[in-house]
């Protein structure tokens, strides 16, 4: 059964780097493509990124200037990185595993981050 | 970007209801429309892809129809544990883009 599993911190300063990990059991991260997507307080769902095996990127245009994402295949582990961050960053952040049709067929439970000082 | 306008964005229906949800997209996505339910506290969860594919485990009374750029999710008959926001999206092109959503009350 594939389980994803975010964690990182739960408080981040304005102007400061939101780092964020995704740890996969039951599939290979070194298959399919990965996907972060976020979630405001009481709003909807927002598209991140995704990012193939091969480590092949495609963000958000609206965050690409600020988004990072890699793979750690000795870990069987995503992480995302978002820098510099305002508290228009404020979510619940989750990672997805792509299906072939590009929906998103395994979600983590998500994880909240806020901004604020 | 491709906007995905959902409607209505509230609804109330009783258990046993049949509940149609639409979505549409600013322009032609083919079949590349997926739908989610998200319940409070919850991460979504895929219902169907591809328009009209029923994903595993999920139950028969959801199904979805649509091409091009409009789109329907039906739930046939509402049991207690449907009442959630629902969600469309699509996997055309990028950035991927989600509706706004649907929330389902009793």
């Known amino acids: 059964q594939v389980q994803l599993q975010e964690s990182g911190p739960g408080l981040v300063k304005p102007s400061e780097t939101l780092s964020l990990t995704c740890t996969v059991s039951?599939?290979?991260?070194?298959?399919?493509?990965w996907s972060w997507i976020r979630q405001p307080p009481g709003k909807g769902l927002e598209w991140i990124g995704y990012?193939?095996?091969?480590?092949?990127?495609n963000y958000n245009p609206s965050l690409k200037s600020r988004v990072t994402t890699s793979l750690d295949t000795s870990k069987n582990q995503l992480s995302l990185s978002l820098s510099p961050v305002t508290a228009a960053d404020t979510a619940v952040y989750y990672c997805?595993?792509?299906?072939?049709?590009?929906?998103?067929?395994?979600w983590g439970q998500g994880t909240l981050v806020t901004v604020s000082s | 970007d491709i906007q995905m306008t959902q409607s209505p964005s509230s609804l109330s229906a009783s258990v046993g209801d049949r509940v149609t949800i639409t979505c549409r997209a600013s322009?032609?996505?083919?079949?590349?429309l997926n739908w989610y339910q998200q319940k409070p506290g919850k991460a979504p969860n895929l219902l169907i892809y591809a328009a009209s594919s029923l994903q595993s485990g999920v139950p028969s009374r959801f199904s979805g129809s649509g091409s091009g750029t409009d789109f329907t999710l039906t739930i046939s008959s509402l049991q207690p544990e449907d009442f959630a926001t629902y969600y469309c999206?699509?996997?055309?092109?990028?950035?991927?883009?989600f509706g706004q959503g649907t929330k389902l009350e009793i």
């Open positions: 039951g599939a290979s991260i070194s298959s399919y493509s």
């Open positions: 997805a595993r792509d299906t072939d049709s590009g929906s998103l067929g395994y």
């Open positions: 990012m193939y095996y091969s480590g092949s990127t």
């Open positions: 999206q699509q996997s055309y092109s990028t950035p991927r883009t």
């Open positions: 322009q032609s996505i083919s079949s590349y």
